[in-house]
């Protein structure tokens, strides 16, 4: 009888245990700075509520979508993904359509935060810094990124062609508005190219967001293309690194749940939990990247607003991203970069 | 001679043919015997590594996106010149074709295939496809194509979508070695700012080779040191070399980037005895990774090396030199022409590891330190372009395999590798 009863039991916990287990989100993000604050704002008070959730680090590699959502075993419940990998991914059917009604009022986001696919999770820019206790004559514009003679030493950029052709154009002296039409003709791509590649024997590569305050803290590069969040997250520890705001290019990540995923309706009600404005209020606190729900402006001290790039004095002469351009030429541009 | 041979079976003969054959049969058993033991290993042989290369050149030459998606399209461009853009019956039947689509993602897989042929593609596709429903006559969905994107009156799309109509293709491969094929379908090199993989290929060459020759320059003495040393501490030298041969290759890496960086070790050091006044760039750049790909490959040319020369006897070094010979001809004339299959199978063995190198280039290079498997990697994983990064892949695997074709007609020593 006892016997019977072990055994009931343990059929009962197989059958139980899968089905405890589906409750179970599992989140995945890129890691570092911005996965601790996301970690703060979100994950830890979502878990109070009483939910179960998993954290996965990645680095955007979309291919373990691919094979997830080719193969049918999808184990991601909601993933953070760059701007044009999520245009990119809808387009070819990885990730789920969103039903706005049960996340969050369109009105209340940035515009380019409502996508089919992926809703629009933060603000964040690329931007030239420095280190304000080693420099002496602060930078003044992108002319003086790629002008060695006058600011010598070397610079630390983005292994890869995003941005880095945006910033060369800058420098060549195209205005913001125009970087990408000029970057669309053969001459621009040549133009860009051209630029960056005089560069080259003073630029220091980067890969992981972490390695540029590196290496502006150890002295290895004067000047620095990074995501302004590190710059935030170092000074947090005691730095004195300053971030030059104009040409920077601003972008947002978004939450996207790969297609076949097991519990949408939980990736859905985690993603509304994400979106409202107290918790985007706690994020933006964390890290200094502005907050997709513009309600939660309203809940951040002018100190926090001075240092996100949806601030007006920031973003003045900003530059969006344009993801229809880099969906539609990236791989040919990463590719002449390459060579 | 045997009877049986003769084919005339007699009673006693029959009984030595019976014999005959049981031994037979028993070799048969023992044969079947010895194969089952190793049937294990060739399961797995083909199941981990002859499957997996059969499936990576299939995706390298295959090219289903267009040919299912498109089929009417494709017929329609079938009697087209390919000069100027179509008559107005291929958009009618690609207004079909995207009616027919079941969902966005044959689309979006249409839209990656051919902005991988022709950027901009992308949008076009994708913009044809919210563009829909198309219906009436052909001139009808033509004006609403252009309407969505002027770019289809042009016929650079067109020829994309004809060019990939099939469901193979060699356009990967010859991406991969810098050609392409042209609207005729004639072979011809990429235009000069889509070359890539050419230098690339070279770069990974290059760097293999330099690595190889230090790691020849620096691993000759020493093995030569440790094989004259008796056994005993020749043993306790060895496990230095084993030991950060055994060490995780990332380790190292990271230990190299403590190490190398400009306020490291190695630049302090060289600071503090005043031989240098600025750091050195030793990281992030050709150098780095040279000096981190040769301690990491040193054993592999080691070992080879030792092993050789230990069964080099010395007795020929010392009767050239007791014939007259000086010392050093002794040693090049006489021992380091012993030591030639040592010497050609650490070579290869290093040569053919570094070439297929990922870790060490990624971490410790910059953007023009990269080799193939960097690419190989970056179209798996960011471009999710697995045509691109198979033909890749096979492009690796060919010059690995023309290698040691050539390494196997030179030497003509039959060498095992590993």
Known sequence: MKQRLIAAATLAACFALPAAAQQQLTIVNFGGANANAQKKAYYEPYEKAGNKLVTVEYNGEQARIKAMVETRKVTWDVVEVEAPDAVRGCDEGLFEKLDYSKIVDKADLLPAAVTECGVGMF????????????????????????????????????????????????????????????????????????????????????????????????????????????IDAANREGRNLKIFWPGGIYDLDYWV??????????????????????????????????????????????????????????AKEALQLSVPFWADQGEALEKRFAA | MDSTMQGHPRPPAANGSDLRRALARAEARRKWRAFSLTLPLLVFLLLTLLVPIAALLQRAVENPEVAAALPRTVQALAPWNRQEAPGAAAYGALGQDLMQLADSADAGAVARRLNAEMPGARSMVMGAYRARPFDGPAEAVRARLLDADPRWSEPDIWRAIAKNGSRWTPDYLLASVDLRRDAQGHVERMPEEQRA????????????????????????????????????????????????????????????????????????????????????????????????????????????LYSVMKSVPPTYVRAAVSLGSSPLAAFFRVYVPQTYPGIGAGALLVFILAIGYYVTPALLGGADDQMLSYYIARYTNVEVNWGMACALGALLLAATLLLYGVYRRTAKADLALG
């Open chain 1, 257 to 314: 749940i790969p297609k076949g995923a097991p519990n949408k309706d939980a990736s859905l009600k985690f993603i509304a939990f994400g979106m409202r404005p107290e918790n985007q209020a706690v994020y933006a606190q964390n890290i200094a990247y502005g907050p997709a729900n513009t309600k939660a402006l309203a809940r951040l001290d002018q100190k926090v607003l001075d240092d996100l790039p949806t601030s007006p004095a920031n």
């Open chain 2, 197 to 304: 993989f050419g230098s690339i290929l070279g770069r990974t060459f290059s760097i293999s080779a330099v690595v190889t020759l230090f790691c020849l320059l620096l691993g000759y003495p020493l093995a030569w040191w440790l094989a004259s040393l008796p056994e005993r501490r020749a043993n306790v030298l060895m496990i230095l070399v084993l030991v950060p041969f055994w060490t995780s290759i990332l380790v190292r890496v990271a230990a190299w980037i403590v190490l190398l960086q400009s306020e490291g070790l190695v630049n302090r050091g060289l600071m503090g005895l005043g031989l240098i006044e600025q750091p050195l760039a030793l990281l992030f750049n050709r150098t780095g990774v040279v000096i981190a790909m040769v301690h990491i490959l040193l054993p592999f040319m080691i070992l080879p």
């Open chain 1, 123 to 230: 603000v964040w820019s690329t931007v030239m810094a420095y280190n304000g206790d080693k420099l002496k004559t602060a930078p003044t514009s992108w002319a003086d990124f790629f002008d060695v003679k006058k600011i010598p030493g070397k610079r630390g950029m983005r292994k890869g062609a995003r941005y880095n052709l945006e910033f060369a154009l800058l420098a060549d002296g195209v205005k913001p508005a125009d970087v990408y039409k000029v970057l669309a003709t053969k001459e621009g791509a040549d133009r860009a190219f051209k630029k960056l590649t005089e560069l080259k024997p003073n630029i220091q590569w980067w890969e992981a967001g972490a390695q540029a305050p590196q290496f502006l803290v150890a002295g290895d590069v004067v000047l620095t293309t990074v995501f302004n969040g590190r």
